[in-house]
């Protein structure tokens, strides 16, 4: 079970160069605690948290004995019309460490789904509440919300977007980075907060009457971990408030530990009205994504309605059984272990780490906040991605995984590391840049 398979063929791989992949496939057949071990045996220690996921490490026994019961117990149960115990109990459990008031929750599979349906029920309530004109979504360049049409559509990232068409009506604000203002940065930066200013500018242009919401990633994981300057969040967060218009905080990366806090939004202080969340919600060990909804949203929309169906949204597996079991015991572990404060108190440790790397010439910026970072190599004008890819496969091969997007290493470990595997990954990580750029 645990070989390389003969024939790659029939997967076509997502998000992949399956050509070149196919051709030097790289794979993981387990996986425990820091580490994944490759088929013919080779320790890998993980510093990306799978994909961003893995916040309590891998295959952690509460984890898989509450998945392995829950599959014995009770398979599947629809939560259309019908339920069952654990996916309320998650939610009630859930709705304790989102910010105060975000306390209704919609479950869905995917960070994707949870956007898409964030969206969605930003446009429902605003024509619940009389605000029909409102439908107006507003995005930010640089952000990544999945691969659904709605996510794909607020998304800024041009090679996401250029193969698909786009919903109409979509606006986007600059993005918030600035390397004269904000290189080599530990936390927030200073510079930035008036670029959020520009919602003012959207507003005059197209009427508050005609958006519904904002949303974007409290710190943008997938294009190279940009940390909100400072203000710039609270900024968007009075404008919003000022004009009727609904803020989601898309926290499939930031959720469950990774910036210093449960949530981005009680790291930063800004409680947003949605918060879109998946990956850490269940330790990436089963599909599941959901949307923390303020009450009045959730009030708004199903207290507003014609009895019957408030919201015509949901999916087959919304609040699976095995994926709710998944998300109650993760709940557990980081609750158990102290993990959201552990990955805070790691902060200064990992940044002192990762921005050593400073002094290689090849890197032209590093970004820290929480215990995520970015490492930025200069692109080769010729080559964009290809020292990011290069420094990927140098790494995989020494036996550290890490995530390349371009030229941007991102670092996003589980929240157990030690001092001495945050010593690894940055040694590691330098021996790399070195000898593969
Ligand atoms: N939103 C953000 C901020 C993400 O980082 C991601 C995935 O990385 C998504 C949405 C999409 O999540 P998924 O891949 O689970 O659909």
């Not at 024939?7 to 580490?35: C, I, Q, V």
């Not at 930035?192 to 990633?217: F, M, P, S, Y």
Request: with cysteine; hydrophobic share 45%; proline share 5%.
């Amino acid at each position: 079970m645990t070989g390389i398979p003969n024939d790659l063929s029939a997967f076509w791989m997502p998000f992949t160069d399956n050509r070149g992949y196919k051709a030097e496939p790289r794979m993981f057949a387990r996986a425990k605690g820091m580490h994944y071990w490759t088929p013919d045996g080779r320790q890998v220690l993980d510093a990306t948290g799978g994909l961003w996921c893995v916040n309590a490490g891998h295959c952690r026994e509460p984890i898989t004995q509450a998945i392995a019961e829950a599959a014995g117990e009770l398979d599947f149960a629809p939560t259309f019309q019908l339920a069952h115990p654990s996916v309320f109990r998650l939610a009630t459990k859930l709705a304790e460490i989102t910010p105060e008031g975000l306390d209704r929750i919609f479950f869905t599979n995917s960070g994707s789904e949870s956007v898409d349906t964030a969206l969605k029920i930003a446009l429902a309530y605003q024509r619940s509440i009389g605000q029909g004109t409102r439908t107006r979504l507003i995005g930010r360049q640089r952000g990544y919300h999945g691969v659904n049409f709605g996510g794909v559509s607020v998304g800024g990232i041009v090679g996401n977007r250029r193969q698909f068409l786009s919903l109409p009506g979509v606006d986007h604000l600059t993005h918030t980075y600035n390397a004269e203002h904000q290189s080599f940065t530990r936390g927030q930066p200073e510079w930035g907060a008036h670029l959020a200013d520009e919602l003012e500018a959207l507003v005059n242009l197209h009427g508050a009457e005609t958006i519904a919401a904002v949303i974007v990633e409290p710190m943008s994981g997938s294009t190279g971990v940009l940390p909100p300057p400072r203000g710039y969040l609270e900024k968007l967060r009075a404008i919003t408030r000022k004009h009727g218009i609904l803020l989601i905080f898309d926290e499939v990366i930031t959720g469950f530990g990774r910036v210093g806090a449960a949530f981005a939004a009680q790291a930063f202080g800004v409680t947003p009205d949605m918060i879109t969340m998946a990956k850490g919600l269940t330790n990436g060990a089963v599909p599941m994504g959901a949307v923390a909804c303020a009450e009045f949203i959730h009030d708004g929309i199903v207290n507003n309605a014609a009895p019957g169906i408030e919201l015509a949204h949901g999916y087959t597996y919304s609040g699976h059984p095995l994926a709710a079991a998944a998300g109650l015991a993760t709940l557990g572990v980081y609750a158990d272990e102290d993990l959201f404060e552990r990955g805070a108190a790691l902060a200064e440790p990992w940044a002192d780490a990762i921005h050593a790397l400073r002094d290689l010439d090849v890197v032209q910026d590093i970004r820290t906040i929480g215990f995520v970072a970015g490492v930025e190599l200069k692109a080769k004008p010729d080559a964009i991605g290809a020292r990011g890819k290069a420094v990927f496969h140098r790494c995989f091969d020494d036996g550290l995984l890490v995530r390349a997007t371009a030229d941007t290493i991102a670092l996003s470990p589980p929240l157990i590391a030690s001092e001495a595997d945050i010593g690894e990954i940055a040694d590691k990580l330098r021996k790399a840049i070195v000898t593969a750029t």
